[in-house]
């Protein structure tokens, strides 16, 4: 038993990492209608803008707000400089994929050649061990599961309480509309673009700083989490990627205490499919922030 | 006109035309006053640069440019200069098979191929073996024990023997009877798994757990939870990319210590040195972990030559210099310079005319005389006597199936990340666990 008990405190951890990335992805797509593949090559771009700050001898927690700039600048620097002019030229959402697609590839290759393909590390503070029961999470662990919790706290209010959420939760139903009613559609969508850069940017270097190691090679690696995570809980619904991110997380590992590692990812993706063949739409399409009325 | 005008006419005519055809083969031979043809060749790199082995293919990139600045340094291969040029498989049986047919494809001037890790050797093999391509793969998997591709040479034992000789250094040298293997899902790490299985189960080990895990995760915690559970005496392991990084600072925070680690030679590499390093910190890993080598004794002029072209090539190759005490750069140098020294012998660029003198080369032919640097070998074949080289990595043994192996040597990483020696098997002792393990 208290192997699933510290399995689930482990998973705690994943679900962290996973729901900031799986937020801002979500809200790219359901804000600005870009399936953004080239998400997960920002976010390793960002851990080694970090890295770079870091082994220049710059804290740790002040390298995290470096990556997340960096996120939010080259996320926006992305959408405007690539994706809106190709949006304009009225590509389809097929094309947009591949076009996302396309600059993932360019983005990580550029990376490589400059990085190299080694694993690296941040210098952080170890920080000891927590214990609570048969949970044992180090300090920097509790510190990423916090900086998760108050950043989905943040989105929620920014969502529901100001006039910026309710403009993007306008955008994401109908823009046509929204521009219509005054909304400044294409301000909205540059600062979508900055915001879910930025928690692109926060989850890549949480990622870095949870792992111990990291390459460029890791980049797909997270996109398929986040994607699955973004899916399982309603493609474009910020609530549903939290959802999503808790449930892909705790199945990860619980499913790794229970069978095998070899089948943790098989487990938890199996679950994805389930849901996909009960209900295709996600748990929580319809529901969420973003939801069209009605 | 008269006939016999006509055939005047078509002598004189036949005159410039023989003697243009004799220019012709002239160019296009290979005669023994030495080639005409100059051309450059090219030496292929068919390795992981990236995906999670990417830290594969620079080891091997590292053992082609000393290779090719010695070779050049003296003339070239039979006249010809040579070239790295790297050749990515990714890891993956999916994207090396078009890397393998591109290469071969787009450079008809390909001299030999080095490389092919046990992630593509499986596939990629027979393609080059079809192309009368030579290759020195670094490949354990047993399916090559008994090849018959006739281009493939390896000089690198098969993997159950990485594994037997882990199992020895366990049971004979450290006493450690309860083992927990910790090896990639990847099919080269795997290769260990069941042959260290037999050979511990027969000589009275016990296995506490075998865990194949999926490499570049961020996290094994709970790998690492359950492992802990089974209190094993040392973690067998090969995970590359990272992995092991991961995986080990977790079992040092959860465990609250390292315990003791054994891995494959594999981990002797210093981004994987330098991947553990930063995570679980270099006391630790100097004073818990151990690993098996290829038996290399680092020393010999073979291994200066090797060691100060290596050194040079840091302009071409920063990392280079990090790899000199990498057994599979030292040995994929050897079959560079080896195959240079069969064109010399073969006097040929044709693969298919040199490939088979390879085996001379290496073995040496009855009255060879060894040599240990490629310009005093090229000038012995060129003075028409008998050449076997010993290279950086020591003598090579080619049997029937062009595998050539040298034993083992029980190893650990000083603070730099150098390998040093601590230990070696016996041959009754490696004899013991080969014949344990079925092998």
Redesign the interface.
Known sequence: MDLYIAAFGFGLVSLSVIAIAAVGFTMQFGITNVINLAYSSVMISSVYVAYAFNHAGVSIWLALIAGAIFGAVFSFLLNRVLYTPFQRKGTSLLGMVIVSLATSLMIQNVLLAIAGPYNVSYVQPSGGTIRLGAIVLTVVQVLVIGIAVVLMLAIHALLTFTRLGKAMRATAANPTLARNCGIPTSRVIDVVWLITGALCGIAGVVAGMNSDTFAVGNGPGYLITIIAAAVLGGAGQPYGAMLGAVLIGEMTELSAAAISADYKEVVAFAVLVLVMVLRPQGLLAKRGALAAAG | MHPGALLNLRRVLALPAIAALSVLAACGSESAAGPTDHSQLVVGILAP????D??L??AYYAACLPAVRVINAAGGAYGHTLTCQKFDTRGDPADAVPAAQQMITNNPNLMVVVGCTSDEASPVVPIMDRAHVPHFCMTGQSEFNKSSAKYFHRLVPPDEFDAYAMVGSALFKHNFKKIALVFG?DPGSQAFVDPATKAITALGGTVTIN????L????????V??ML?THPDVIFTEAL??TD??YL??VK??NGSMIPVMGTSATIDP?WF??VK??IGVQDLVNNFTAVDLGVSFSGPGYTEFKTNLDASKDQFA?APKYSQRGSTLHLYDGIIMTALAMDLAKSKDRTVYNPKIIDIGNGTTGAVEYHTYKEAQDAINAGKAVRWVGAGGPTNFNQYNNSQQGYILVKYDTSGGEVQYDTLSQAQTNQVITAGGG
């Open positions: 640069f990236t995906g999670a990417a830290v293919g620079p899902n865990q194949a895990i999926t570049g995760q961020p996290s094994y915690r709970t790998e939870t359950k559970k990319g990272g990084a991961t600072k977790e925070t959860l981004a330098s991947a930063d995570a990392d």
